[in-house]
């Protein structure tokens, strides 16, 4: 969880790549 975290503000730079990483979010939540 915490390397997702991680993640996340990195990928939060770029809109783009945040929207990728928001559909692999839900995914994972499921």
Request: one cysteine or more; a positive charge; charged letters at 20%.
């Amino acid at each position: 969880m915490s390397s997702i975290r991680f993640n996340l503000s990195k990928f939060d730079y770029s809109n783009t790549n945040r929207i990728n990483f928001h559909c692999d979010w839900s995914i994972a939540l499921r």
